[in-house]
């Protein structure tokens, strides 16, 4: 039993079953034995692989898209180029390499940050980023980030905002809760606190006994801040996860460790939590501030930002292994039994598309 568990089953015991939401808060950011607190969890050695970590075609695309972005917003200077939730470092070592090879003036005068809640990762990323130039700054939220043009990336971030849940029983829906049964083992329950029925999904009514919904109040605020700084200073953002583009029904909350799945209720702070992002609500939230929100999938993104042809212009360079190495890459990032369906991507953009181009196809290729 993880010592953070041991401190949940008291905490229930003493208060009460928790809301999903403050269980998974609890799991991944408790500070003394939050999974993100004290666990090294991207890459091989750890519990899953995100997309940059795969090959560096991934953040060379995303760079190429920013700038793209940066410059159908005429180019404002100074701006900003900052990624929320950067894991280890490597996305953003991707996309500062790319910029300074396609626009060094841009590399020279813009703002380059790292917005980051865990210090034990914001020192695995200034590890990763050592030596780089041009210099990075480090920040907790977004609203310490200079009053200027933002261009932001997000990968892989809102999986981990915490979630409700709500289950329909009897003639209602009711709020999922972690709870103890009768040997002080965790289990979920349905607690007393509903939900507003504005915030269901169509067939809400017709619902099955036993459906759950998931609502993320959390991550609609988170989207909604960003969003607001962009409407209010210019700028865009590209935002890329596994989810749905259509709210619907269903229980997505999982947890990973050693690249398997496991009883999200086994080991707390030793696994990682997530769910799946509703992309319609996250859209939702940006197109309030008067931006434009545009959904699609990983594999649309990354093919139509010219995938095959980085990958070729790399293979072409490359011996027998690393051509095989670089087609594995390409079938992992955008295949559709893979990453390439899964994933969704969300562009924001400004609300007049005549001030951006639809940036879908590069004007410019990675060197």
Not at 97 to 115: C, Q, V
Not at 253 to 277: I, K, S, Y
Not at 347 to 365: E, G, Y
Request: net charge negative; aromatic share 8%.
């Amino acid at each position: 039993m993880t010592r953070l568990k041991e401190r949940i089953i008291g905490l229930i015991g003493a208060v009460g079953p928790i809301p999903v939401s403050e269980y998974m808060a609890l799991c991944l950011f408790d500070p003394e034995d939050g999974y993100y607190t004290t666990r090294e969890p991207f890459g091989a050695a750890g519990d899953f692989v995100t997309a940059p970590e795969i090959s560096q075609m991934f953040g060379e695309l995303v760079a190429v898209w920013l700038y793209q972005a940066w410059q159908g917003g005429g180019r404002p200077l100074p701006a900003t180029f900052a990624e929320i939730g950067p894991g280890r470092g490597t996305l953003m070592k991707d996309m500062l390499r790319t910029w300074s090879r396609l626009d060094p003036a841009l590399a020279a005068k813009a703002s380059f940050a790292m917005i980051e809640t865990s210090p034990r990762l914001a020192e695995i990323q200034k590890e990763t980023l050592a030596g780089q130039s041009p210099a990075l700054s480090w920040h907790q939220t977004i609203d310490t980030l200079p009053q200027q043009p933002l261009f932001i990336v997000g990968n892989e971030l809102f999986d981990a905002v915490p979630i409700r849940q709500f289950v329909y029983v009897g003639a209602g829906w009711r709020e999922r809760m972690v709870g103890l049964d009768e040997q002080d083992n965790l289990h979920f329950f349905a607690g007393a606190g509903s939900v507003d029925p504005a915030l269901l999904p169509a067939g809400a009514a017709d619902a099955l006994q036993g459906a759950i919904v998931e609502v993320a109040p959390a991550r609609a605020a988170l989207m909604a801040a960003i969003a607001e700084r962009i409407a209010g200073h210019g700028g865009a953002g590209l935002f890329i996860d596994y989810g749905h583009l259509e709210p619907g029904f269903g229980d997505t909350l999982q947890a990973v460790r050693r690249h398997d799945h496991e009883d999200v209720l086994a080991n707390p702070g030793g696994a990682d939590l997530t769910a799946h992002v509703d992309f319609a609500a996250l859209a939702a939230a940006v197109r309030e501030h008067g931006l434009q929100a545009e959904l699609t999938t990983q594999s649309e993104f990354l093919l139509g930002m010219g995938l095959l042809e980085r990958a070729g212009a790399l293979g072409a360079r490359a011996d027998d292994v690393a051509r095989q190495a670089i087609s594995e890459a390409v079938k992992r990032l955008a295949g559709p039994d893979a990453m390439g369906e899964l994933f969704k991507v969300m562009k924001i953009l400004p609300a007049d598309p005549a001030t951006c181009p639809s940036l879908t196809s590069p004007n410019r290729t990675p060197p």
